[in-house]
């Protein structure tokens, strides 16, 4: 098995909303009381026109992450996005990092977490947070193994439902070398 992270291109959308929507959908029906507003949600954030726009907006990094050359997973990186309870004046957000259940535990998701940090450490962020669902301890572990550590609370609306969720941050070392 071979994995690879490299950065999305605008010829990636359609991946991107494959990915998108199955992990999504695997990660969160279960939270859902209403099946059509979890389609409208993924009809609306997973569609290949607004990916495309968003890969080509300069605030935006993605990363696809390939097991034996399929797309197993990808990451959204905001360069720039402040949370009021992250003290760092220079904030990066690790907006969405989602892996295939097929291919969870064969390093997808830790080598897509390591291309968010080198790109933090790249833009010289202070910290690099995220918000993970309440009740998702398999990733409240991972971050926590990565250095993350809880730094507030957060919750999200998705049609008539609130959903809570933490905000974890990690301080960003700046590497004082280039590879």
């Not at 992270?5 to 695997?26: H, L, N, Q, W």
């Not at 720039?80 to 969870?104: A, D």
């Not at 995220?130 to 507030?152: C, I, M, P, Q, W």
């Amino acid at each position: 098995m071979s994995l690879a992270v490299r950065k999305a291109t605008e010829a990636d959308p359609a991946a991107i909303v494959i990915v998108g929507r199955a992990s999504f959908y695997d990660t969160f029906v279960n939270l859902f009381t209403s099946h059509d507003e979890l389609e409208r949600y993924l009809d609306l954030t997973y569609n290949a026109d607004r990916i495309q726009k968003s890969i080509s907006k300069q605030n935006n990094s993605y990363f696809l992450a390939l097991i034996n050359e399929e797309v197993a997973g990808f990451a959204k990186i905001k360069k720039t996005s402040r949370h009021e309870v992250i003290k760092s004046e220079n904030q990066s957000e690790l907006q969405r990092i989602y892996v295939l259940k097929e291919y969870h535990g064969c390093g997808a998701g830790q080598g897509l977490l390591d291309a968010a940090i080198k790109e933090a450490q790249e833009l010289e962020t202070g910290e690099l947070w995220l918000d993970v669902h309440t009740s998702n301890e398999k990733a409240k572990r991972f971050y926590e193994k990565n250095g993350f550590s809880k730094a507030g609370n957060h919750t999200f609306t998705i049609g008539a439902q609130t959903f809570d969720y933490y905000v974890m941050a990690l301080p960003i070392k700046v590497s004082t070398y280039k590879i």
